[in-house]
C-alpha cells in the first residue's frame, strides 16, 4: 500500500485547533486595490458613506491594511455550532476516475443553513448588534445568503428582511420555508415593496430579477431606517474576510496528513467562498511556502471574470452603492436563470477582480450540463448531493484529475465543497430529465449592459 493510501480520508480539528483569527490578504499584495469612489463625486469613499449600510466595525475591516482580525468571543460561540468544518479525501471518486491524483474537499454543508455563509452572517449581525442595530435587510438568490442571514439574526434577536431574485423565489421555494422558520420576512425581487421594484414590475410582470436588482430593494430600505442596516454575502473586503476562517482551517488540516495543493479550485460568483478558501494558501504561496496554481471557476452563462471588463461600476442595478473597481458585466446585465443562483451575479469581488488582474489566479467558466454531470459523479462516489454553486469547482477539479490520469501526474487537488444541494433537487430532476441546457452569453448582451456602466477617468 502506497504511503498516502494509510492516511486519513476524513481529517478533523479538535474545537481548541479553531482559528480565532481572520486573515486580511489586502496586508501581503504587491499592490493595493483600487479604492471604492463615492457615486456622485467619484472621489474615494470614507466611512461616513458606508455608514447608512454598516456599523462602524465592518465599515473598519473594509478598509483595513492589518493582516489578521480578532474573531470576537460572542461570534466564537456560535461558529462552534458547526466549526471546525471536516476536510475529505475524495478516495471514492479518486477511484472512480481512475486518476493518481489525490482530490481534497472542505465541507461547508455541515453549518445550519447549509452553506459556506454563516461564517460572514454571524459576525455580521454580531457587529450590528453590538452598535444597537435592530434589523438588518439584505438580497439573496437560490437563498443561501438569505438563510445564513436569517440564522444569524436569529441568534442575536433581531429582525431580517430579505428580497430574493424572483426566479429563486418561484424555483427554490424551501429555501424561503427555511428564511420564515427563523423569524425573517421574505420577498421576490423585484417586488411590491419599494418604489424601485414597483417600477420594474410595471413594465415586465414576469420579471425574472437580479442580485443587482435585489440589492437596490434591500438597500433602499435600510437607508431609510435608522434602526436598519444592509448586510451583503459577497463581494465586499469584509466579507471575505470572515470566510478565511475556510481556509485557515484547511490549512491546518492539510499539515496533518503532510499535504500541500499543486491546484486550487473554487467556484467564484461574487468571491466569497472562492476567497475563503483561497486567500490562505495565497498568503503561503506569496511568501514561498508553498506554490499552487489557483483557479476560480465560474459559469458559461455568468462569466464575469473571463468576459467581463474591469472597470469601475454599482454593486446594484440602480446605482445606489458607491462605484467598485471590479470585472463586471455591467449593472443592468439581467443573467440568464441557470441553476446555481449564487453565480448570477454581475460583478465580481473588487479583491479577487485585483487578484486576477495581478496575475495571482487564474479563471476558467464551465457551462451547467457539465457541472450537474460532475455533480452525479460526486454524489455517486462521495454520498454528498452538492449545491449547484460548487458543482463548477468539481467539474474542474475532474477535468483536472483526468488530465493527471493521462499524465500519471500525483497532482493534490484541493476545493470547497461550498453547500449541499438538499433544496436544490428540482435542478437535479431537469438534468436528470434531459430538460437542462446550457445557455451560453453573446458578447452582444454584454456590449448592451456596458453601455450603462459610468466612464471614470
Known amino acids: ?6 492516511l486519513p480520508s476524513k481529517i478533523l480539528l479538535d474545537e481548541s485547533e479553531m482559528p480565532t483569527q481572520w486573515y486580511n490578504i489586502v496586508a501581503d499584495l504587491p499592490e493595493p486595490p483600487p479604492p471604492a469612489l ?11 458613506d458606508f455608514a447608512p449600510l454598516f456599523p462602524m466595525a465592518l465599515i473598519e475591516q473594509e478598509v483595513t491594511t492589518e493582516r489578521y482580525v480578532d474573531i470576537p468571543g460572542g461570534v466564537l460561540d456560535v461558529y462552534r455550532l458547526w466549526r471546525p468544518s471536516p ?13 493518481p491524483a489525490r482530490i481534497y474537499y472542505k465541507y461547508e454543508g455541515v453549518s445550519p443553513a447549509g452553506s459556506h455563509k454563516p461564517n460572514t452572517s454571524v459576525p455580521q449581525a454580531y457587529y450590528n448588534h453590538v452598535e444597537g442595530i435592530t434589523k438588518l435587510t439584505t438580497e439573496t438568490g437560490a437563498g443561501q445568503w438569505g438563510s445564513a442571514l436569517a440564522f444569524a439574526t436569529a441568534q442575536y434577536g433581531m429582525e431580517c428582511e430579505v428580497w430574493q431574485v424572483a426566479a429563486s423565489y418561484r424555483s427554490k421555494p424551501h429555501r424561503r420555508t427555511m428564511m420564515q422558520i427563523w423569524g425573517a420576512s421574505v420577498h421576490p425581487s423585484p417586488s411590491e415593496v419599494t418604489e424601485y421594484g414597483r417600477s420594474l414590475l410595471a413594465e415586465d410582470p414576469d420579471h425574472p430579477g437580479s442580485l443587482g436588482i435585489a440589492i437596490s430593494e434591500a438597500v433602499s430600505m435600510a437607508v431609510a431606517d435608522p434602526s436598519t442596516r444592509y448586510a451583503l454575502g459577497s463581494v465586499l473586503n469584509h466579507v471575505l474576510l470572515h470566510q478565511t476562517i475556510i481556509g485557515e482551517e484547511a490549512l491546518l488540516q492539510l499539515a496533518k496528513v503532510g499535504e500541500t495543493p499543486d491546484l486550487l479550485v473554487g467556484c467564484t460568483g461574487g468571491g466569497s467562498n472562492f476567497g475563503g478558501l483561497a486567500f490562505p494558501f495565497l498568503r503561503e504561496k506569496l511568501t514561498g511556502g508553498m506554490s499552487p496554481e489557483i483557479r476560480c471557476v465560474e459559469p458559461a452563462a455568468c462569466p464575469t471574470l473571463t468576459q467581463g471588463e474591469y472597470r469601475y461600476d454599482f454593486g446594484d442595478t ?10 463586471t458585466l455591467g449593472h443592468d446585465f439581467i443573467p440568464e436563470p441557470i441553476h446555481a443562483g449564487g453565480l448570477r451575479y454581475h460583478g465580481m469581488s473588487p479583491l479577487v477582480s485585483h487578484l486576477y488582474e495581478q496575475g495571482l489566479v487564474s479563471a476558467a467558466s464551465i457551462p451547467q450540463t457539465e457541472c450537474f454531470s460532475a455533480a452525479l459523479q460526486f454524489a455517486q462516489a462521495e454520498g454528498i448531493v452538492p449545491a449547484p454553486e460548487p458543482t463548477h469547482a468539481l467539474a474542474a477539479a475532474i477535468r483536472e484529475a483526468r488530465a493527471c490520469k493521462e499524465s500519471g501526474e500525483e497532482k493534490v487537488i484541493l476545493t470547497a465543497l461550498c453547500g449541499h444541494g438538499h433544496l436544490d433537487l428540482a435542478s437535479y430532476e431537469q438534468f436528470l430529465s434531459g430538460e437542462m441546457v446550457d445557455l451560453e452569453l453573446p458578447q452582444s448582451r454584454i456590449d448592451e449592459a456596458m453601455t450603462s456602466v459610468p466612464v471614470i477617468a
Open 318 to 327: 440602480a446605482g445606489m452603492t458607491p462605484l467598485m473597481k471590479m470585472h
Open 1 to 6: 500500500m502506497n504511503a498516502r493510501d494509510a
Open 87 to 99: 476536510l475529505f479525501r475524495a478516495r471514492r471518486l479518486e477511484q472512480l476516475l481512475d486518476t
Open 38 to 48: 463615492h457615486p456622485g463625486t467619484h472621489q474615494p469613499a470614507g466611512p461616513d
